[in-house]
């Protein structure tokens, strides 16, 4: 059993950065596949960014080049750095993990979610 908890959201201006935090309770993190999901207004939960027990990473079409994850094992945090956030970018964003294999884009992947953070970019 893992819980997670976000943090670092908040309201930035178009082409502004922000960086979100994770963190995860446990002894194992370092075995846990990580990922970050969001979700605005009225749509789905979208694939935003993955990072796997073996620092594997992979990100959703339209934050490649923009978003960075990583983890840091002996903290137990994982990280999402957004850089020229656009309007699009606004929703809430939520960290996962799960110790099973699977398709890291897809939300059914992941058994443990955290309560989200706010991001809301301006234009």
């Known amino acids: 059993q893992v819980q997670l908890a976000e943090s670092g959201g908040g309201l930035v201006q178009a082409g502004g950065s922000l960086r979100l935090s994770c963190a995860a309770s446990?002894?194992?993190?370092?075995?846990?596949?990580m990922g970050w999901f969001r979700q605005a207004p009225g749509k789905e939960r979208d694939f935003v960014a993955a990072i796997s027990s073996w620092d594997g990473t992979s990100y959703g079409d339209s934050v490649k080049g923009r978003f960075t994850v990583s983890r840091g094992n002996a903290k137990n945090m994982v990280y999402l750095q957004m850089n020229s956030l656009e309007p699009e970018d606004t929703g809430v964003y939520y960290c996962a993990a799960t110790v099973r294999g699977g398709t890291p884009w897809m939300s059914s992947t992941y058994d443990y979610w955290g309560q989200g953070t706010q991001v809301t970019v301006s234009s």
């Open positions: 446990g002894r194992t993190f370092s075995a846990y596949n």
